[in-house]
């Protein structure tokens, strides 16, 4: 449904982001009803407890109910096809891989542990061959052994792309360059497990056999998508409405955008897994509608934090902050928030139409409109986020979006226009998800700036619930003419090829299920990700990925909003609480616990 709300609602949007933004002035230096951050009368850690480092570590009991909220369901429940940083938090509780993130806060999060794999890879071959040995005592929900076949057939589900489409196909790409196989449901041969990269000498090896060198490899073994899948288990597209579980938790039930409960699985073994501590008996999770009614029902104790663990929207953020900031943690996020200009629609073919949307923004409002410089983040200069090898920081502005021009440039967006042909401007639609209060503020702020230049642009509120399909698919993309669209993304894993290779690289052009939404086909940027690949020194790699975010700048294909930090919320009863890199700066889901079973 398309809503252009009046300048009124407008602005009370953004007095209410600015609001906000004072409010975390004061919390940033210990202000507001909790003294310093410290701990308040309803037993919260405290503001920031949980930032970096453990809250309530040694509070943590076994049992109860840990109940999660969100405002939007997961793309896919499927470890297959999930391709939402949240669903990959949480699927560990269902699965496991060979190797997977340390449970440590901060930057301790983003390193490898392993998991199925008794230990880490022996890499031989000049980094072209990957051999682990499982665990003893690994097994699937009805006791049986978990087997080297069972991750094999899991990982050749990633070339099912026309049936099981939306997750991340890197090791697809790595593995089978050339597209030779086909995937496990067109497979020829008898136990359906024909890919010739995968080893299974026996059920406890596997050896991953790379016709090149690639230097994040291991990294990528450590995605949900590299997870098992028992054959016999395996119902194709509607796996994810309940997948068969390696890990201390069960599906019970789930109802799609309703509900989802997962239960103990009392065939595993705390033996065989070091990572997960499984503390409670039961795992809820609730979604709603609206985020505004999410925030309320996480401030009344009615949840213990939200899945989607993307920040509180404007008006729970003002309500927390005044009267619970002893329960909140305002970490940096590994997401940068953006507008994306789909080539597909004119007059975006045009780097000059693109560049005019760049210059005529009001960064400033943008920001205030995401929540100010602590909530909302410091303002996005560029595309690579900082805790990615190879990032700048606000060190690299060609646009100059932090400096000179941040409250936009007028006279620099009308000379892009005259250049790109479009002197009077034109129209367009930003499409925003429908969910998201803190994106169609932005979008309402992009619509005020952009009408200053005499860009027309209306807001196309799509379901939330349904992005991969809707502008994860460019035919439809360019049907609906959306010439901009509001969106975020974070680190797969923490480097240039795990953030901007689905974004960025002609080859992750999808018909469905797609992220490269600017739908760019630039020579020397895939060349580049192909030299990244095969670079294995840190100092080599750290400089392509600089010189990738440069080209991708400098074809004015993105309009960044800000390097994100957010709000989250953390709830009286939850135990073992850390904020990690490994998840983007969100909360590490697979240990949380709580202080007493309710």
Known sequence: MTTQRTSGRRKQALAAAAAVAALLTTAACGGGNDGNGGGSKNGAAGFDAANNKVAQASLAKKGGTLRFGGAQDADS??????????????????????????????????????????????????????????RDGVTWEDGKAITSKDIKYGIERVWAQDVLSGGPVYLKDVLDPKGAYKGPYKDTSKDKLGLKAIDTPDDKTIVFHLPKANSDFEEMLALVSASPVRQDKDTKSKYGLHPFSSGPYKFQSYNPGKDLTLVRNTSWKASSDPVR????????????????????????????????????????RTTALKQHKANLDNPV????????FPQSVKPFDNAECRKAVIYGADHVSLQTARGGPVAGGDIGTNMLPPSVAGAEGQKYDPYGLAGENKNGNVTKAKEALKACGKPN??????????????????????????????????????????????????????????????????????????????LWDSKYILQSGNSN???????????????????????????????????VMEGGYYLPFVFEKFINWRGDNLANVYTTDGYSGTYDFVNLGLKSAK
């Open 77 to 134: 429940w499927d470890t297959t096809r999930g391709y939402y940083g949240f669903m990959w938090n949480f699927s560990r509780y269902y699965s496991r891989q060979l190797v997977t993130n340390k449970t440590e806060p901060g930057k301790a999060g983003a390193e490898l542990t392993p998991d199925l794999a008794s230990g880490l890879a022996k890499v031989s071959d000049g980094g072209k061959t990957y051999t682990y040995t499982l």
């Open 277 to 316: 501590k499984a503390y409670p008996d039961k795992i809820t999770v609730k979604f709603f509608s609206n985020a505004n009614d999410l925030d309320q029902r996480l401030i009344n104790g009615d949840l213990d934090l939200d899945i989607n663990q993307t920040g509180m929207s404007p008006q729970g």
């Open 333 to 340: 996020s590994g997401y940068i928030r953006y507008a994306v």
């Open 425 to 502: 401007g034109f129209s367009t639609t930003i499409a925003v998800r429908n969910n998201k209060p803190v994106e169609v503020a932005t979008a309402q702020s992009l619509q005020a700036s952009l009408k200053k230049i005499g860009i027309t642009a209306q807001i196309d509120q799509y379901d939330g619930s349904q992005t991969t399909g809707i502008i994860g698919s460019p035919s439809n993309v360019k049907k609906k003419g959306y010439g901009i669209i509001i969106m975020g993304w974070g680190p797969d894993f923490p480097s240039v090829q795990g953030f901007g290779l689905p």
């Open 517 to 551: 939404y600017a739908l760019i086909k630039d020579k020397t940027i895939d060349g580049l990700f192909d030299q990244y690949v095969n670079t294995l020194d840190d100092a080599g790699k750290t400089k392509v990925a600089t010189e990738i975010n440069h080209k």
